[in-house]
């Protein structure tokens, strides 16, 4: 982290602050090489988004009981806002690890410390919600990406994002090799003795290769993340850069699936209505692959973990990333009237996990919603906001953030 980064630069996975209402000399100039207020605040409504995307997922109607505009909201959450979380998610571990340099010598290794530590507890955190919840939670394999990421934190931009297209372009055809190979008694002989599977249904091998959020295929969006996290996403020339380049993934990558699969290319897993994943996905044994013909490795469709999947959600990502930081930057009136949305943005882990209890409190059903009304995902929308926007007046990190923060202080007895 350079040392005039502003002490806002962090994440809500990590220490993020609530955001200025002010716009910052730099953000009024795009161009400028100076970290930008804006573009920070930009990176937490990209971040609200995603979690508004998760609630649409896990309390918004499916997609069978949708048409029209709400069914392309229905179908554009599904898969885009869990993805947008993971590349955030990098995003992260660049502004802890070093934004545009990273950091060297005892400064490395105390962020490195840091990052194993949110790591741990990031996958204890989901661990346990999948024990109280059922099925899938995305923090555990946060914590799995995170740990796998580590090497790479030192990375130029350049290199990172070459990374994160060979992974893309490789690591959907492995895992289904692997998954091929997979038999029932092999599954069964490695979750035997996987202490995580006998707590939470959810093991090691869920976590790394047949679950719903596999490191191995997913690893390409964590990675991508942390290339944008070494742009200065404040220059304007970057955010063009960004804009084309993003739409060219999307519109290259879905465009050849349709044209080699079919018009069943981008069907969405939600289209089958709710399954029993705790997390609004998929059941915690179900991988990407099984039992899958070769020709699935064609299609794009939301968490199909294919080649086409993976780089045309990059491209989403990255414009939806870009385009909240080019409206924040830009539009200094819409980012006034946005505050209370990025202060979700600020404690997105608090707002992800406090949708769960809030369900639970309510007696409502985790995971994919069985109702047809809209009625409740607005009401928790518009909750979160309501919360985030109190809380942000008085403290400078959310409730959880606060946690996370307290358990990385023993990093900095690393030496």
């Given at each position: 982290?350079?040392?005039?980064?502003?002490?806002?630069?962090?994440?809500?996975?990590?220490?993020?602050?609530?955001?200025?209402?002010?716009?910052?000399?730099?953000?009024?100039?795009?161009?400028?090489?100076?970290?930008?207020?804006?573009?920070?605040?930009?990176?937490?409504?990209?971040?609200?988004?995603?979690?508004?995307?998760?609630?649409?997922v896990?309390?918004?109607?499916?997609?069978?009981?949708?048409?029209?505009?709400?069914?392309?909201?229905?179908?554009?959450?599904?898969?885009?806002?869990?993805?947008?979380?993971?590349?955030?998610?990098?995003?992260?571990?660049?502004?802890?690890?070093?934004?545009r340099?990273p950091?060297?010598?005892?400064?490395?290794?105390?962020?490195?410390a840091r990052?194993?530590?949110?790591?741990?507890?990031?996958?204890?955190?989901?661990?346990?919600?999948?024990?109280?919840?059922?099925?899938?939670?995305i923090?555990?394999?946060?914590?799995?990406?995170?740990?796998?990421?580590?090497?790479?934190?030192?990375?130029?931009?350049?290199?990172?994002?070459?990374?994160?297209?060979?992974?893309?372009?490789?690591?959907?055809?492995?895992?289904?090799?692997?998954?091929?190979?997979?038999?029932?008694?092999?599954?069964?002989?490695?979750?035997?003795?996987?202490?995580?599977y006998?707590?939470?249904?959810?093991?090691?091998?869920?976590?790394?290769?047949?679950?719903?959020?596999?490191?191995?295929?997913?690893?390409?969006f964590?990675i991508?993340?942390?290339?944008?996290?070494?742009?200065?996403?404040?220059?304007?020339?970057?955010?063009?850069?960004?804009?084309?380049?993003?739409?060219?993934l999307?519109?290259t990558?879905?465009?050849?699936?349709?044209?080699?699969?079919?018009?069943?290319?981008?069907?969405?897993?939600?289209?089958?209505?709710?399954?029993?994943?705790?997390?609004?996905?998929?059941p915690?044994?179900?991988?990407?692959?099984?039992?899958?013909?070769?020709?699935?490795?064609?299609?794009?469709?939301?968490?199909?973990?294919?080649?086409f999947?993976?780089?045309?959600?990059?491209?989403?990502?990255?414009?939806?990333?870009?385009?909240?930081?080019?409206?924040?930057?830009?539009l200094?009136?819409?980012?006034?009237?946005?505050?209370?949305?990025?202060?979700?943005?600020?404690?997105?882990l608090?707002?992800?996990?406090?949708?769960?209890?809030a369900?639970?409190?309510?007696?409502?059903?985790?995971?994919t919603?069985?109702?047809?009304?809209?009625?409740?995902?607005?009401?928790?929308?518009?909750?979160?906001?309501?919360?985030?926007?109190?809380?942000?007046?008085?403290?400078?990190?959310g409730?959880?953030?606060?946690?996370?923060?307290a358990?990385?202080?023993?990093?900095k007895?690393?030496?």
């Open positions: 982290m350079t040392q005039t980064q502003p002490p806002q630069e962090t994440s809500a996975l990590q220490e993020n602050s609530p955001p200025q209402p002010r716009t910052s000399p730099e953000s009024a100039v795009p161009d400028s090489p100076g970290p930008s207020m804006g573009r920070l605040v930009g990176v937490d409504l990209a971040r609200a988004l995603a979690v508004f995307g998760m609630y649409v896990h309390i918004g109607p499916p997609l069978s009981a949708t048409d029209g505009v709400a069914s392309w909201i229905r179908y554009l959450a599904d898969g885009h806002s869990s993805v947008l979380f993971a590349t955030l998610a990098g995003f992260s571990l660049m502004l802890l690890a070093g934004r340099e950091k060297t010598g005892l400064a490395g290794r105390q962020a490195k990052i194993a530590i949110r790591a741990v507890v990031l996958l204890a955190l989901g661990t346990a919600m999948a024990m109280e919840y059922g099925g899938v939670i923090l555990g394999f946060y914590g799995v990406y995170f740990l796998l990421a580590l090497p790479l934190v030192r990375l130029s931009a350049r290199t990172l994002a070459i990374t994160a297209a060979a992974f893309a372009l490789v690591t959907p055809q492995l895992a289904f090799a692997l998954n091929s190979l997979l038999t029932d008694s092999i599954r069964q002989s490695v979750n035997a003795y996987d202490p995580l006998r707590l939470s249904e959810v093991g090691v091998l869920d976590l790394l290769l047949t679950g719903f959020y596999p490191a191995l295929t997913w690893l390409s964590v991508a993340g942390m290339a944008l996290g070494r742009l200065d996403l404040s220059s304007g020339t970057v955010q063009r850069r960004l804009a084309v380049f993003g739409a060219a999307t519109v990558a879905y465009g050849m699936s349709l044209l080699l699969a079919g018009p069943g290319a981008l069907r969405s897993l939600a289209e089958d209505g709710p399954s029993s994943g705790g997390s609004g996905s998929m915690p044994d179900s991988g990407s692959f099984p039992d899958m013909p070769a020709s699935s490795l064609l299609t794009a469709g939301p968490h199909s973990g294919t080649t999947d993976i780089i045309g959600s990059i491209g989403v990502a990255i414009l939806v990333i870009v385009g909240a930081t080019v409206a924040m930057d830009r200094p009136r819409l980012r006034r009237l946005a505050t209370p949305v990025i202060a979700v943005g600020t404690m997105s608090t707002a992800y996990v406090g949708h769960f209890l369900q639970s409190m309510l007696s409502l059903p985790t995971g919603s069985t109702q047809q009304s809209w009625v409740p995902l607005l009401l928790f929308v518009l909750g979160a906001i309501l919360f985030a926007a109190l809380w942000s007046r008085f403290f400078r990190r409730p959880l953030e606060y946690l996370l923060n358990a990385t202080k023993p990093a007895h690393i030496r």
